[in-house]
């Protein structure tokens, strides 16, 4: 089955404490991004990658990390999270193409730091 | 960047067909349209894509005019289960080998009343 997988999809974490949230796709995809969702402001675009070791920022991108190692995880590293990082997070990928296509999304990561 | 705006929200009755129009007057010429639906804590799911004149498949219809600045998705006759965020997105990602980044409106929470 084609899909886009989130690791943990639930995280309490305190401030300061590194942490990664895993994104896996198995259909080929070239091009992964991760969103952070909040009430009130829809989805906003932290980080996108092209392919393999080609990332770059997107709306919100301060404070959060990522890596494009492989073609099928897009890992986001959060150093030394804060409060206002509190979010639903979604990874998302799709293939480059034209015209686009659908972006096929996961199911989502609710992360909250005290 | 295309910035899109849609109405925040908007309520209908079950058998009814609803429009949702979303405006984007710096649209690019190589940007396509699409739309996704959002269930609460579910990541969005594509509805429709199109690039000009009308596109239909079987949930909804696209009707976008020449001047392409605008979009309307229609949904025919909803249900109880049509209740969700409708996001408007505007991009490509096939722009002279460059990287775009695409950015989700705030979105419009239709209601579905019996």
């Known amino acids: 089955e084609a899909q886009v997988t989130q690791n943990p999809r639930y995280l309490i974490t305190v401030t300061g404490k590194k942490l990664t949230v895993t994104c896996s796709q198995n259909?080929?995809?070239?091009?992964m991004s991760w969103y952070r969702q909040d009430p009130g402001l829809g989805l906003r675009q932290i980080y996108y990658s092209m392919n393999v070791e080609v990332t770059d920022k997107g709306d919100v991108p301060e404070g959060y990390k990522v890596s494009r190692k492989e073609k099928r995880n897009f890992p986001l590293i959060l150093e030394s999270p804060s409060p206002n990082q509190t979010s639903l997070y979604f990874c998302a990928s799709r293939k480059l193409a034209n015209p686009p296509g659908e972006q096929y999304f996961g199911p989502g990561t609710r992360l909250t730091v005290t | 960047l295309a910035k899109t705006t849609q109405p925040i929200s908007m309520d209908s009755y079950e058998g009814q067909e609803v429009n949702i129009t979303c405006s984007h007057n710096n649209i690019a010429t190589n940007d396509y349209i699409t739309w996704y639906q959002q269930f609460p804590s579910q990541g969005p799911r594509f509805i429709i894509q199109g690039y000009k004149t009308k596109v239909t498949n079987e949930v909804a219809s696209l009707f976008i005019p020449a001047d392409r600045k605008s979009s309307t998705l229609s949904l025919p006759r909803v249900s109880l289960s049509d209740t969700a965020v409708y996001y408007c997105l505007v991009g490509d990602f096939i722009s002279s080998g460059s990287a775009r980044q695409l950015t989700f409106g705030s979105g419009t929470q239709l209601t579905v009343l019996p």
């Open positions: 259909m080929n995809h070239e091009y």
